[in-house]
């Protein structure tokens, strides 16, 4: 993307302008053009009394699809198989941006394949360019979607995009504080249940310590209190007694 950004500040022309775009929209790997929206050089293009067919194109490829550039094709440059190619994976992003299953037909219709096997090899390829992470249900006829990357963002979306992360934000804020009552509430739940325990222990330890006074000790009374006798319930008393909560 450097080397394309440092062509649009040194040309000088608009043509150079163009024949840098259109590099840019064949070139292996960019699928990103925002840094290029925003350069001035190709904003000049945008600021003619008729913005330029290529200025257009470049929008097109930040954030339409191959049905957008269908329907206003005769207003916008023909496109290199390459520029076609990248343009059908930026499409298939959107899609899979918008929906995790993906139905086969709707596929072959939306990237305009000739049939089956040509999408299924282009979401193949999309998936190899680390554009789309997806599993192909070849009996069910669907695209399963695991992972998609994003695309460029018109300004005019960003305050959408805020709003929706305040509530996310405020979604995960309130589920937070209920985990927080909850581990609380199960905390003090806790304490008091050991503290009985202990207590309970102390009076059954008085009430051996009755009955040896008295000169013997119950045979119930010895098998009630061989259950407490176990090291796990000893181990237990050690630390509870330590306040190991």
């Known amino acids: 993307m450097d080397t394309y950004l440092s062509a649009l500040h040194t040309a000088t022309t608009e043509s150079e302008v163009i024949q840098v775009i259109q590099q840019l929209l064949e070139s292996e790997g960019i699928y990103h053009f925002g840094r290029v929206l925003d350069s001035p050089k190709a904003r000049e293009l945008a600021a003619l009394e008729q913005p330029n067919a290529y200025w257009n194109l470049l929008e097109l490829f930040s954030f339409g699809t191959l049905s957008d550039y269908k329907a206003v094709s005769a207003q916008l440059p023909e496109l290199t198989e390459r520029q076609l190619e990248k343009l059908k994976h930026l499409s298939l992003v959107s899609l899979a941006s918008v929906s ?96 009985k325990e202990r207590e309970f222990t102390f009076a059954l330890q008085d009430l051996h310590m009755a009955h040896a006074s008295a000169g013997g000790e119950p045979e119930s009374l010895a098998r009630y209190d061989s259950q407490y006798a176990s090291s796990e319930y000893q181990n237990e008393e050690r630390r509870t007694g330590a306040g190991e909560f």
């Not at 005019?156 to 995960?172: N, R, T």
């Not at 927080?180 to 249940?193: C, F, H, M, P, R």
């Open 100 to 195: 995790k299953v993906l139905p086969y037909d709707d596929l072959i219709r939306e990237l305009d394949c000739a049939h089956e096997q040509q999408m299924e090899d282009l979401v193949i390829d999309t998936i190899y360019k680390g554009l789309l992470s997806a599993k192909l249900d070849q009996q069910r006829r669907l695209v399963e979607v695991e992972f998609v990357v994003g695309r460029d963002v018109r300004r005019g979306d960003l305050q959408a995009i805020y709003e929706s992360l305040d509530k996310w934000s405020a979604v995960c804020e309130k589920e937070l504080d209920t985990l927080t009552v909850g581990v609380n509430d199960a905390e003090q739940k806790l304490v008091s249940k050991r503290a």
